[in-house]
């Protein structure tokens, strides 16, 4: 896997993946960017939650879950001192369907922490992952 990140102006870059698309990166307003890109740690909390919200949602729909609607809230805490690294990352999975069964969910996060989410598999040796499940009918 290959990525390039290439300087505009700033603290403003352009991210590219071999998939092709531009990911604009920019350090917040609050530490010298211009908040027109994500930042590189808040980058890290889409991909893990990306990475398992793919997992669970083929899960579940190889379960037969009638799904409608499905998010993943993620909430990183960081170290006061630099590197301020991510000392804990808790997530939500909120699954909204009709009928849709809490240990269905439940199962389908365990598959993707503990099998399937490479990003997870990397992230859980140096930060603590906390989850939490939530099924909504409607």
């Not at 949602?57 to 190889?62: A, V």
């Not at 990397?122 to 909504?136: E, Q």
């Amino acid at each position: 896997m290959d990525a390039k990140v290439t300087w505009k102006n700033g603290l403003n870059f352009t991210g590219k993946s071999i998939s092709g698309y531009d990911v604009p990166l920019d350090a917040s307003v609050d530490h010298g960017g211009t908040g027109l890109g994500s930042s590189p740690m808040e980058l890290i909390l889409i991909g893990l939650g990306g990475c398992t919200a793919m997992d669970v949602i083929s899960i579940l729909q190889k379960k037969r879950q009638d799904v409608t609607s499905f998010e993943v809230v993620l909430h990183g805490d960081r170290a006061t001192e630099h590197p301020k690294v991510y000392t804990e990352i808790t997530m939500e999975y909120i699954v909204t369907g009709h009928g849709v069964e809490l240990e269905a969910l439940e199962r389908a996060v365990e598959l993707s922490e503990g099998k399937y989410c490479s990003v997870n598999g990397m992230l859980k040796h140096s930060v603590k992952i906390n989850t939490k499940c939530t099924v909504r009918e409607g």
